[in-house]
């Protein structure tokens, strides 16, 4: 591979296998399942094929959220997808997402389940369907999808962009992490400066556009995140730290963060959750 400035595109791209870098194994030009596999399926109607990537939080802390409301209708089964094992190229994964990325959710409780993919997605689902978490009209909700669709379009600029180049790379290139980084210290400015005038991002009440953000931008101001805290001076965006802190206090979010993870302290993983007293007996020890 050339990452020189003298690196000239051939006429036609082609798959060279192993200038993937960290990921090269399970990164692909081409879509659909690569074996047949079936997913297992628990006794709730709501079943979750995940893992605790920032994508993936978001979605746990929202079933975390729903069942701390009261709404028993949103207890889930959260199963493991291995993605660095490629668990999500398995048949019954790509039935259900067709995209090949955690989350995937399957609502069992319907006349005929239904399938939601892509994090985004899941949340509006659920907020609609339990009545929660998203104003019910007016400038209330066009603020919080805002900020909900701002992330979706955000976080790739952030991980596949920024985190990709800064940390993963097989090697430095100046101008890709110059670009990124500019994008995400702009990023942050523009939730630093929403959070210096409201509490939460859709205003005054928590919702699912901070349930979206709080796990990649949350996170990054905490300097928990390819380990850029000092290259960014993150420590700078002082509004969005206090909502942040504030978001890691509620006791959904911190239970949230803890299913299908599988890296850090062991007394942060569960790696499966199919019950609420899984939180008292099942983290790793
Ligand atoms: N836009 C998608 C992104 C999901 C995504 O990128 N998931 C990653 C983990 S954070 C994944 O499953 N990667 C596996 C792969 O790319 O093969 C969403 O928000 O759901």
Redesign the pocket.
Same mark, same amino acid.
């Given at each position: 591979m050339d990452d020189s400035s003298n690196y000239a595109p051939p006429k036609i791209w082609s798959w060279n296998k192993e200038s993937g870098g960290r990921?090269s194994s &399970?990164?692909r030009p081409i879509a659909g399942a690569t074996h047949d596999k079936e997913l297992p399926v628990g006794r709730h109607p709501l079943q979750l094929y995940s893992?605790a990537? =920032?994508? @993936?939080v #978001?979605v746990t802390v929202m079933l975390e959220e729903l069942l701390a409301l009261g709404h028993g209708g949103a207890e889930y089964d959260a199963w493991l &997808?291995r993605?660095n094992d @490629?668990e999500? /190229?398995g048949s019954s994964f790509v039935a259900i997402n067709p995209? *090949? #990325? %955690? =989350?995937a959710l399957l609502d069992r409780g319907e006349a005929k389940p239904i399938r939601i /993919?892509? *994090? @985004?997605a %899941?949340l509006l689902y659920l907020a609609e369907k339990f009545g929660a978490f998203l104003p019910a009209g007016g400038a209330g909700r066009a603020e919080c999808l805002s900020w909900l669709f701002w992330q979706?379009g955000a976080? =790739?600029f952030l @991980?596949g962009g920024f985190g990709h180049f800064y940390a993963y790379a097989p090697s430095k290139i100046e101008y890709a992490i110059d670009r990124y980084a500019m994008e995400v210290k702009r990023q942050l400015d523009v939730l630093d400066r929403r959070l210096a005038e409201s509490p939460y991002l859709a205003g005054d009440d928590y919702t699912i556009a901070d349930m979206a953000v709080w796990p990649w931008y949350g996170t990054l101001a905490k300097g928990q995140l390819y380990g850029a805290g000092e290259f960014l001076q993150v420590q700078t965006y002082s509004h969005v730290l206090r909502w942040t802190d504030q978001i890691a206090q509620r006791p959904a979010v911190k239970r949230g963060r803890m299913v299908n993870r599988t890296w850090g302290q062991p007394s942060s993983q569960l790696h499966e959750r199919h019950d609420a007293s899984d939180f008292d007996t099942k983290i790793q020890r």
């Amino acid at each position: 591979m050339d990452d020189s400035s003298n690196y000239a595109p051939p006429k036609i791209w082609s798959w060279n296998k192993e200038s993937g870098g960290r990921f090269s194994s &399970i990164n692909r030009p081409i879509a659909g399942a690569t074996h047949d596999k079936e997913l297992p399926v628990g006794r709730h109607p709501l079943q979750l094929y995940s893992l605790a990537t =920032p994508n @993936g939080v #978001k979605v746990t802390v929202m079933l975390e959220e729903l069942l701390a409301l009261g709404h028993g209708g949103a207890e889930y089964d959260a199963w493991l &997808i291995r993605i660095n094992d @490629g668990e999500q /190229f398995g048949s019954s994964f790509v039935a259900i997402n067709p995209n *090949s #990325k %955690i =989350p995937a959710l399957l609502d069992r409780g319907e006349a005929k389940p239904i399938r939601i /993919f892509e *994090s @985004g997605a %899941i949340l509006l689902y659920l907020a609609e369907k339990f009545g929660a978490f998203l104003p019910a009209g007016g400038a209330g909700r066009a603020e919080c999808l805002s900020w909900l669709f701002w992330q979706m379009g955000a976080a =790739p600029f952030l @991980g596949g962009g920024f985190g990709h180049f800064y940390a993963y790379a097989p090697s430095k290139i100046e101008y890709a992490i110059d670009r990124y980084a500019m994008e995400v210290k702009r990023q942050l400015d523009v939730l630093d400066r929403r959070l210096a005038e409201s509490p939460y991002l859709a205003g005054d009440d928590y919702t699912i556009a901070d349930m979206a953000v709080w796990p990649w931008y949350g996170t990054l101001a905490k300097g928990q995140l390819y380990g850029a805290g000092e290259f960014l001076q993150v420590q700078t965006y002082s509004h969005v730290l206090r909502w942040t802190d504030q978001i890691a206090q509620r006791p959904a979010v911190k239970r949230g963060r803890m299913v299908n993870r599988t890296w850090g302290q062991p007394s942060s993983q569960l790696h499966e959750r199919h019950d609420a007293s899984d939180f008292d007996t099942k983290i790793q020890r």
